[in-house]
Structure formats: C-alpha cells, structure tokens
C-alpha cells in the first residue's frame, strides 16, 4: 500500500508540473496513467494529496466557483519542495523503479529525465521481465500435461505479452544509445512498423 502511495506521488508531481490541476482531472489524468485495470478512487486520491499538502509537495489555490455549485474549486499545485522531491525519484533507479506501476508513471515523465537515467531503467526492466518471462516458461513447459487447454492458452499469452515487452525494450535501448536513429533529445522512437507480435 506504501509503494503504490509513493507511485501516485510521483505521477501527482509530474502531472502537476505540466501546470496547476483540480481534483477531478488530476484523478481523470491519473486513471489514463496507471492504466484501465488500474482505476484510482477519490479514497485513494484525496489521502495522498492532504499527505502531499503537509509536506509542502503541493499547494492548494482556490479556481473560480463552478456554475452547479457555490463552492469554489480546490486547485493544486506543486511547490518547490515538490519540484525537488520529483527529481529526486525521477533519479532513483532501483529495483522499485522496475516494477510495473513505478515503471509506467517513470516511462510517461521519461522526457524530463536524464538519458542515463532513462537507459538504467529501462536495461533494469528488461532484467527484470527476461526474469519473470524465464521462470514462466519454465512453468510451462512443466504444467503443459498438467492443465487443461485454456490454462495452458493462458500462460502462453502470457510469455507472449512479456516478450512483447521485452523486444520494445530492447528497441527504446538500442534508440537511447544512437542504435535506432537520430532523434530530438527526449523524444520517443518512431513506432514499430512490424506487428508487435513478430
């Protein structure tokens, strides 16, 4: 529960750094993030926010009322603190950058973010999921006679969403290190023309 509270901070700084935002669309921009199995409630939302408020993280201002309601609109915004504390997870890059929600909220502020830094993360997740896709081909290969046909689909879908992941790794590695082209400092490589799948 920390790690995942620690997670939506740093999305909340790096969202907040693109301007000041209210509640309801830093929730909105926050769901698009983490992704649609994912969905982040206001129950989570709002008790990072008042412990990012006490740590001087962000500062609320209040917007103009909305036409529906006498109350004014609560808007956040990041501090000074706050711009040094994201820089400072921006830079981490251990195990915990790794993993699949740290990961995704890292890669999506990936263009503030140093080019050795980018590349220790993104060579950190590769490890990690060449791991993770070892061991389940591992388990495959042994619980193939043991399961039934749709579990046994299951977890090749599995190895196949991993070595997915794994080859647009190897691709965003190779474009960091000048292997993929030229491009703009901070700007993604051009997609893969083949099939993900290929």
Known sequence: MARRAETIE??????LHEGPMHGYELR???NLMLGWGRVLSYGSLYPTLKKMLRGNLIEETTGSAPTTSRRPRIVYQVTETGTREFERLMSEVGPAAW?????????????????????????????RLQERLDRVQRELSMTEKEVDRYAAELQRHGVESVEREVRWLSD??????GLGGEREAGEPPAPRTSSPGS
């Open 10 to 15: 740093l999305a909340v700084l790096g969202l």
């Open 172 to 177: 965003l590695i190779n474009a960091e290190r």
């Open 28 to 30: 909105k921009r926050l």
């Open 99 to 127: 993993e699949d929600d740290d990961f995704g909220i890292r890669f999506a502020f990936f263009g503030r973010t140093d080019m050795e830094i980018r590349l220790r993360v993104l060579e950190g997740r590769r490890i």
